[in-house]
């Protein structure tokens, strides 16, 4: 589905991705660990070209994207859930949800199921639906910034460090969002997490950065047992 292939990407002439490759299948979760600063972002935003790739190829369901930007990259169906979150705090709920969509026309109709299949996924956004975004836990926030992102219909989700800043109970209430997504709705997701724990736990296949170069990749289960990737990200 998604193929990344041997990318450099520069900010002005530093660069901060060395000869990178990725591949997401089509009903995977994929996850991409480092510690901070080893250019999960970077790679993040270099899929969709929102910073400078200068050499590689990238492809989506076999098309080579290679030349497209951000907002083109999004109405092919690669959405992307921003470290951070960056909801609108002054908008309720609802409406941050219905942002999402802004690309895709839907009648009053058809924006109500997609709510309502939100609305099932997270029935806890349901109960806070006329709530300002901003008054929310940071939980919430993050499932307001998920929600967003699939009320695009992603083809593949992208989550940048969706555990940042919550408490372990609430990162597996969120571990369950995504595997839900994955499962029921059929959507791969591509997440990048310093959380090694969750990611491992969460992933089917792993990927490790480390100062802009891929350094390891496999199955999880078997990355999560190799030494090296224990004493480095597991804490031994
Ligand atoms: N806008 C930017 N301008 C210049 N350098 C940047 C910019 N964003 C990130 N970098 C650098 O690129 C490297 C990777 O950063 P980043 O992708 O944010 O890492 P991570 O998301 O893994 O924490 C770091 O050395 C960082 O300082
Ligand atoms: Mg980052």
Redesign the pocket.
């Known amino acids: 589905m998604l193929k990344v292939s041997h990318i450099d990407t520069f900010?002005?002439n530093?660069q901060?991705?060395f000869d990178v490759s990725i591949e997401v299948g089509d009903e995977e979760i994929v996850a991409v660990i480092?510690?901070?600063?080893?250019?999960?972002?970077?790679?993040?935003?270099s899929i969709v070209g929102a910073?400078e790739v200068r050499h590689g190829t990238r492809e989506f369901n076999g098309q080579n994207i290679s030349k497209l930007k951000a907002h083109d990259c999004a109405r092919k169906g690669i959405v992307q859930v921003p470290?951070g979150r960056e909801i609108f705090s002054k908008m309720t709920v609802r409406e941050n949800l219905e942002m999402g969509s802004y690309c895709i026309k839907r009648n009053a109709k058809e924006m109500n199921d997609k709510l309502g299949q939100m609305y099932y996924l997270f029935p806890k956004l349901k109960e806070r639906a006329k709530q300002k975004a901003g008054t929310l836990s940071g939980g919430e926030q993050q499932m307001v910034a998920i929600a967003r992102g699939l009320m695009a219909d992603p083809k593949l989700l992208m989550c940048?460090?969706p555990s940042l800043g919550l408490a372990p109970v609430i990162v597996d209430d969120m571990f369950d969002i995504f595997q839900r997504v994955n499962k029921e709705m059929h959507i791969p997701i591509l997440l990048?997490e310093?959380n090694a724990f969750m990611a491992l736990d969460i992933s089917n296949r792993c990927y490790v950065?480390e100062?802009?170069h891929m350094i390891a990749e496999g199955d999880s289960k078997d990355l999560a047992r190799q030494d090296t990737i224990r004493k480095a990200y597991l804490g031994g």
């Open positions: 900010y002005d530093v901060a991705l480092g510690s901070n600063g080893a250019g999960k972002s970077t790679l993040m935003n910073v470290e940048d460090e990048v310093q950065l100062n802009g």
